[in-house]
């Protein structure tokens, strides 16, 4: 079965520093892997997808992600942090059949002013 | 263009009782998934409809149900409500597409269900 570990429950950066959210994955399959967002009291918003075509995916707002087969990863970065990014985050991949989404534990991120 | 519109938005209810949640999915999409997201942790996949049919199943007693209507929008039921079922309930859709594991899922705003 396919799953996502985010490594940190919690990252606290500074405005206008680097963002590094990590996730490691488990799929016996190509994956296709996502970020989502979720900022309080709204619905899950698609930061990015990779779905086998480049490795290095860029999502809204600045954010990235790179596909690494190696290390089984999926790290999501942003060079620098605004106040607005805070919010929590999903590392999700995508069942094999069908639409189904597994999600990670999800990573609270903090930026401080 | 109208997202995913789930109501209500709020719902108490007490341990025993049903309860319905309804969602409407993105103008163009034909399939409705539903998860539950119990406080701190992700959401899980409860079921998925397309074509009025449950199609996947995720780790979910039969207490929980749905059903999608021809305008393919979609409600959760859920009977005999336990303390445990107190979470916020997302409503995602998606355009049905034969092995494409990548196809964006949309999700609305979720219903914040208490069970007291």
């Known amino acids: 079965a396919q799953s996502v570990t985010q490594l940190d429950s919690h990252v606290s950066v500074s405005e206008g520093t680097p963002v590094l959210l990590r996730c490691n994955y488990s799929?016996?399959?190509?994956?296709?892997l996502f970020w989502y967002v979720q900022h309080p009291n709204k619905g899950l918003q698609l930061l990015l997808k990779y779905t086998s075509a480049a490795t290095l995916v860029k999502g809204i707002n600045g954010f990235e992600a790179e596909f690494k087969k190696s290390e089984t990863s999926f790290h999501l970065t942003k060079p620098s942090a605004h106040m607005s990014d805070a919010a929590e985050y999903f590392c999700?991949?995508?069942?094999?059949?069908?639409?189904?989404?597994?999600f990670g534990a999800g990573t609270i991120l903090r930026v401080k002013s | 263009d109208a997202g995913v519109t789930q109501s209500p938005t709020h719902l108490i209810k007490t341990r025993g009782q049903q309860v319905t949640l309804r969602c409407s999915p993105k103008?163009?999409?034909?399939?409705v998934s539903w998860y539950q997201q119990a406080l701190g942790q992700g959401p899980q996949f409860i079921f998925q409809y397309y074509e009025e049919e449950e199609r996947q199943r995720g780790n979910f007693p039969d207490r929980f149900s749905g059903h999608q209507y021809p305008n393919y929008s979609s409600e959760l039921n859920v009977n005999a409500l336990l303390l445990g079922d107190s979470a916020l309930y997302l409503c995602?859709?998606?355009?049905?597409?034969?092995?494409?594991?990548?196809?964006?899922?949309?999700f609305g705003q979720g219903t914040r269900l208490t069970v007291v």
């Open positions: 995602a859709s998606s355009l049905y597409k034969v092995g494409d594991r990548g196809t964006e899922a949309f």
């Open positions: 799929s016996s399959y190509s994956p296709s």
């Open positions: 103008s163009g999409h034909d399939t």
């Open positions: 999700v991949v995508s069942a094999r059949y069908g639409n189904k989404l597994v």
